[in-house]
């Protein structure tokens, strides 16, 4: 997943111990009909990984 995230542009989207579970439930919940729940638990781990690299970025931790 994360593989096709970086080639088409996006940051990793990273699955927190506290979301594995669900994770994994919407994995074998979805089908190629219905993706819908994947997609928004996808979009809220790329949300968040973007909100940690902004925050890295604005308090310069990275050339410390």
Excluded: C, P
Aim: proline share 0%; glycine share 2%; net charge negative.
């Amino acid at each position: 997943m994360n593989l096709i995230l970086l080639k088409n542009g996006y940051t990793l989207a990273v699955i927190k111990m506290a979301e594995r579970k669900k994770y994994i439930e919407t994995i074998e919940s979805s089908n190629e009909q219905n993706m819908t729940d994947f997609y928004e638990l996808i979009i809220e781990a790329e949300k968040e990984s973007l909100e940690l690299y902004i925050e890295t970025i604005k308090k310069n931790i990275i050339w410390k």
